[in-house]
Nanobody, 124 residues
Framework: QMQLSESGGGLVQTGGSLRLSCEAS????????MGWFRQAPGKEREFVIA????????EVADFVEGRFTISRDNAKNTLFLQMDSLKPEDTAVYYC?????????????????WGRGTQVTVSS
């Protein structure tokens, strides 16, 4: 079993930045592709961004528009999401997820482990 724990969420003004972290335990993360999803109130969970096992490949949702950067530190078993130029529509609970193997994935059912999420609120 792998456990994932997100941190770094909070309240920020429009145009601001946040850096989310996801610490993994129980399994070494190089065996997993990893991603971030988000869920806004009243909406379905949606894919944000994903990164391959050693960071060479990434998959990004269109709405990111270059504002978010995903990275990973395999030595520290940690995944990061740097979010810049935040908009009110980015307000959501952000979830870290991991998937066994090397293929990048953009849908929730393809991921094996999930964190509990961290709230991001962007005020207008």
């Amino acid at each position: 079993q792998m456990q994932l724990s997100e941190s770094g969420g909070g309240l920020v003004q429009t145009g601001g930045s946040l850096r989310l972290s996801c610490e993994a335990s129980g399994r070494p993360i190089p065996n997993y592709t990893m991603g971030w999803f988000r869920q806004a109130p009243g909406k379905e969970r949606e894919f944000v961004i994903a990164i391959s096992n050693f960071g060479h490949r990434k998959e990004v949702a269109d709405f990111v528009e270059g504002r978010f950067t995903i990275s990973r530190d395999n030595a520290k078993n940690t995944l990061f999401l740097q979010m810049d130029s935040l908009k009110p529509e980015d307000t959501a609970v952000y979830y870290c997820a991991s998937k066994v193997g090397t293929r990048l994935a953009t849908t929730s059912p393809e991921y094996d482990y999930w964190g509990r999420g961290t709230q991001v609120t962007v005020s207008s």
